[in-house]
């Protein structure tokens, strides 16, 4: 006599009750360690304390010619300047071979007239002067940042000093002709 007929156990396809038994149990762990591992896994999405933060929203309307804000996003300040004609004209003329890192003054802005960036130098993670009236701004009219002595232009490029990359532009669409949401 065969195993199988000796302890009844054989099924006409070959398996026996032992094989239904262990892949039951494999299945009925696999759902168990899911249903564990869901709320250790979701929890790690962001609260919608840190998803408020990931955009803001900018009224522009406000702002006079020259003027220059700072808002906050991300903890990270963002630099707006709404330029004068004669600060757009500079940056729109400055010759790509002129700069360590490549950008035109279109490629920075969605409007011309408001420059959106974040505040951060490049280089070390100072924040740059500028933004209050008073500010040094610079050999070339933009930004200044005195820890190592990195220039940018008033298109927030990097012109002079060991600053690596122009002034990051964060993603930002307008919502209207004066409302911005940065993020």
Known sequence: MSESTETGHASEDGGSRRDFLGMLTMAT?????ASFAWPIIDSMNPSAEVLALASTEVDLSAMEVGQSITVIWRKKPVFIRRRTPEEIAEAEAVPLDDLSDPQTDEERVQNPEFLIMVGVCTHLGC?????????????????FCPCHGSHYDTSGR????P????LEVPAY???SDTLVKIG
Request: aromatic share 10%; net charge positive.
């Open 29 to 33: 762990a696999a759902v168990g360690a």
């Open 158 to 161: 990097i012109r002079k000093g």
């Open 173 to 175: 669409e307008y919502l």
């Open 127 to 143: 924040i740059p002067l500028g933004q209050a009236p008073g500010d040094a701004k610079g050999e070339f009219g933009g930004w």
């Open 163 to 166: 600053a690596p990359k122009n």
